[in-house]
């Protein structure tokens, strides 16, 4: 079966592409390499042999797990894309800091209640992020901050506000709105995720960014009625 030969993989990585040739790398990280059905073993090998001469690259035989974790921890950087900032300027807010751990806390819920567990990345394990999550808002705010400017220094906008300033559809429905379709299977409420997604359709569409003061407003809006 042609699915049978698909390799895939989770990668940790911070690039800007300004023009065709013309890339800043922010941060390099870690590559799993996985099956993603039932590829044979020389196959898996071949394929991780190829990018770990780029990437540091690890195998990993629950790759759907892996993307799960990866789903997860990519929830916050919507919000760079809502109010038009770089991701370490939005994030060194401490208000916008705040609702990035908010969007965490409610991924990590819904992937539970879906019984999908989170394994852990080589650049981001399960104890660090359950650690953040534990600690009250104001200090996981803090140190959420720290963490992403600990990544790169360099400015960078992120998945989302990097294809809205490319005047391009962004890949939130894959992000957040995977997070929100999953929720929905398992009956469960996901109003902060259900707001990002909108917010970021809005901005498409309309070719504004909110006001951080709307953005807050909104989202303590939605966190209320959830």
């Known amino acids: ?113 879906a019984g999908v567990h989170i394994e852990p990345l080589p650049d981001f394990d399960k104890e660090r992020l359950n650690k953040l999550l534990s600690l009250p808002l104001d200090e996981a705010a803090v140190r959420f901050g720290e963490i992403v400017m600990s990544m790169s220094r360099l400015p960078c906008e992120g998945p989302v506000l990097g294809s809205i300033e490319q005047g391009e559809l962004s890949e939130i429905d894959y992000q957040n709105g995977e997070m929100v379709k999953i929720a929905r299977e398992v009956g469960y409420p996901t109003p902060l995720n259900e707001l990002v997604v909108s917010l970021v359709h809005r901005v498409e569409r309309t070719r504004e960014f909110l006001p951080k003061e709307e953005f807050l407003r909104l989202v303590s809006q939605a966190a209320a009625s959830g």
């Open 1 to 113: 079966h042609v699915r049978d030969s698909i390799i895939t993989c989770v990668l940790t990585i911070g690039a800007i592409c300004h023009r065709p040739g013309d890339v800043t790398l922010n941060f390099k990280g870690h590559m799993v390499v996985g099956r993603a059905y039932a590829a044979p073993d020389e196959r898996v090998e071949s394929v991780f042999r190829l990018m770990n001469g780029v990437f540091h690259a690890h195998r990993g035989e629950k790759i759907a797990h892996y993307n799960c974790t990866r789903l997860l921890l990519n929830l916050p950087y919507c919000i760079p894309g809502i109010i038009g900032e770089k991701v370490q300027t939005a994030f060194m807010d401490h208000d916008i800091a705040k609702v990035a751990v908010l969007l965490l806390k409610e991924g990590t819920r819904i992937i539970k209640k």
